[in-house]
């Protein structure tokens, strides 16, 4: 087997645990500044160069609903039928306050470590 | 070109391809069964209302025709049904692995029953049953669960609290758990708890004054310290039950001795550090307890089954070698471990001794010859059966012989032996010779001319009988209680200035008719100036 090949398979495994988290990460962070429909989450985190296809987004979105992360709101829509409206609930903002710090807290941990 | 039906997507109204109709329906199935079985319908819902907006922003509106390309696109949009599937995105589900902590909201003492019962899912009530009931063997269960105390960690946060239960730590049940617990969070076992602890406070100090005791009880019991002297009357049958006592003492003390750990255990709860040794002197504790108790619990055991009040007579054999010639004389030749009780009776003569259950029969010699009776033991030293080692080996016990024979006229106790005669007309002359440490009682007792000649430590204890004369003889470091008696001549030591441990060597307890004292008479004045002597008339 090509050395790349395990090295680039061992990092693609990696990732896909961080980016889990990551993940969830970002869309509480979206969530935190409004109400926003599902596609408005799509199109904040491709514009973060993060690309998810749609797919990806719904079931982490009813999972964090089902957790009392998320809440969400019934908007009318002239195109078609009502819409679901995701933001931050109570507890979720203060998942995300944690997260905050805690990434801070990585985050400098990080620039520490590559510093030495 | 195809043919079309008519379908509604998330209620919105569309023609559609076959084609595209049953890529469509499969794409949905796929999506479906990747999803998680609790969020399903939600999700499908969710997409089936996506998909319009899709189309619409495609130019396929409300019962607009909807092709395989536009399948395609849809696909391509919202992703693989793999994608969908939340193996790349997970959070907690599942049945989440229970820990075991100790249950401070529901707690009696220190929650350890109650998260006990969560753990195993059965009601607190049965484990502190549980507790309770093997706390009667050897304090098992107060040690196990002081232990655990000291060990489980609480239960603190709501998550633990979760955890605890085995519930799945997310925010709903976090919201949910917090609201119930609020209400059931009552005021009984509060005010249970705290007045536990405040007793508990109290006996801290108590009991760790009270270790040390125990320490040098244990000590004690466990060395043979106890069977010497002077604590050797205490294992002579008779007072074995104060031992008993003291034992059951230390029984309860043991209970004291956990409140002081449960004590270190509630001090110590702030800091991991202290835990460790709060634990290890709470370990020590606990050892030195049990092992104290279980020693003397033995030990006691051990006596007061074999040389309590168990003891039965046996026989001993008098050698007689001059039938012929009835003994008018007593020797008693033994040491300070013999208690003789001659017995006057008109039945040739025999011995016997109390035997302690278990051990040998004692080296005592019995022998009557011209006249003389002899009793022979020299320091008596019994083997006891082994416990607890060499502890026991060799036993200096009392032994207590019975001998039965004729009225006697001489009596020689010089040996430190003790010698008893009780309730005898002991005819017309007894002469009793003690010395080295020797007793003699003569008890309740009439005979008409008594001598006694008391020296080198020896006691004679004649003052509940009575003669008709009486002659004593005694040294500065005996004494001697005359009977009662209407002649008294009393051979003393011209001086009395450094008494021995007796405050007087001659005590008299009537006021005989006669008195002389080293041959002079005395008057009562006289009398009462000598130091040697006390009168009780």
Redesign the interface.
């Known amino acids: 087997m090509d050395a790349s090949f395990l090295a680039k398979e061992y990092a693609r495994q990696l990732l896909?645990q961080m980016r889990?988290g990551f993940?969830?990460y970002c869309v509480l962070l979206i969530c935190s500044k409004g109400e926003v429909y599902?596609?408005d989450i799509i199109r904040q985190l491709h514009r973060a160069d993060l690309i998810v296809?749609?797919?990806?987004i719904?079931?982490?979105?009813?999972?964090?609903?089902?957790?009392?992360?998320l809440v969400h709101s019934w908007h009318e829509s002239e195109?078609?039928?009502p819409?679901?409206y995701y933001r931050l609930?109570d507890?979720?903002k203060m998942?995300l306050q944690e997260l905050k710090i805690s990434s801070a807290q990585m985050q400098s941990a990080i620039d520490a470590i590559e510093k030495e | 070109m195809d043919n079309i039906e008519k379908v509604h997507i998330?209620?919105?109204p569309f023609n559609i391809e076959n084609r595209a109709k049953t890529e469509l329906k499969k794409y949905l199935a796929d999506?479906r069964s990747h999803?998680?079985t609790?969020?399903a319908d939600?999700?499908m819902h969710?997409?089936e209302?996506?998909i319009?907006?899709l189309l619409?922003a495609h130019h396929v509106p409300?019962d607009g025709v909807i092709t395989h390309s536009d399948v395609v696109r849809i696909k391509k949009?919202?992703?693989?049904?793999e994608?969908?599937?939340?193996d790349?995105?997970?959070?907690e589900t599942g049945s989440t692995p229970k820990k075991l902590f100790r249950d401070t909201d529901s707690a009696i003492l220190g929650g350890v029953a109650s998260g006990i019962g969560k753990y195993f899912n059965i009601d607190a009530a049965f484990v502190r049953a549980a507790f309770f009931v093997t706390t009667f063997f050897y304090g098992f269960g107060a040690i196990l669960y002081v232990f655990l105390w000291v060990l489980l960690p609480e239960a603190k946060t709501s998550a633990d609290k979760l955890l605890m239960s085995g519930r799945p730590v997310?925010?709903?049940t976090?919201?949910h758990y917090r609201s119930s617990v609020q209400k059931s969070i009552g005021g009984g076992s509060m005010f249970l708890r705290h007045l536990i602890l405040k007793v508990v406070r109290l006996l801290s100090f108590a009991g760790t004054a009270i270790t040390a005791l125990l320490l040098l009880t244990g000590i004690g019991i466990f060395s043979g310290l106890f069977y010497t002297y002077p604590f050797r009357p205490i294992v002579d049958g008779y007072g074995v039950d104060y031992l008993l006592f003291g034992l059951l003492w230390l029984g309860c003390l043991c209970v004291i001795g956990l409140l002081v750990m449960l004590t270190i255990r509630i001090w110590g709860h702030r800091s991991r550090r202290l835990n460790m040794s709060a634990l290890a002197v709470a370990s020590l504790f606990i050892l030195t307890i049990a092992g104290a108790c279980t020693a003397s619990l033995l030990v006691y055991n051990h006596f007061s089954s074999k040389y309590g009040n168990n003891k039965s007579l046996h026989a001993l054999s008098v050698v007689n070698q001059t039938p012929a010639t009835p003994p008018t004389a007593l020797l008693l030749n033994a040491g300070s471990d013999i208690n003789l009780t001659y017995v006057i009776n008109n039945q040739p003569l025999h011995a016997a001794y109390e035997a302690y259950p278990g051990l040998g029969r004692p080296s005592i010699n019995i022998v009557s010859n011209k006249g003389v009776l002899t009793v022979n033991a020299d320091h008596l030293e019994q083997t006891a059966p082994s416990c607890l080692g060499d502890i026991c080996k060799k036993i200096y016990l009392p032994i207590h012989v019975f001998l039965y024979g004729p009225a006697l006229q001489t009596l020689n106790n010089t040996n430190g032996g003790m010698l008893t005669i009780n309730n005898s007309d002991l005819g017309s002359t007894v002469i009793v010779h003690t010395a080295n440490s020797s007793t003699t009682n003569i008890n309740n007792s009439y005979v008409t001319n008594m001598s006694i000649i008391a020296s080198s430590g020896s006691v004679v204890w004649a003052g509940s009988s009575t003669a008709q004369t009486t002659h004593v003889v005694v040294d500065t470091t005996s004494n001697v209680s005359a009977p009662a008696t209407t002649a008294l001549d009393a051979t003393l030591p011209n001086t009395c200035t450094s008494p021995s441990i007796f405050s007087t060597l001659l005590s008299i307890s009537n006021d005989p008719q006669h008195l002389t004292i080293n041959g002079q008479p005395q008057t009562l004045e006289q009398l009462q100036q000598n130091s040697c002597v006390a009168t009780s008339f």
Do not use: W
């Open positions: 896909t889990k993940l969830v599902s596609t296809v749609e797919g990806t719904y079931p982490l979105l009813s999972r964090l609903q089902k957790d009392g992360v195109k078609g039928p819409r679901k609930s507890e979720g998942i | 998330g209620k919105v999506i999803l998680d609790d969020t939600e999700v969710d997409i209302a996506r319009p907006e619409a409300q949009q919202l992703g693989e049904p994608q969908f599937s939340t790349h995105i997970s959070t997310t925010v709903a976090l919201q």
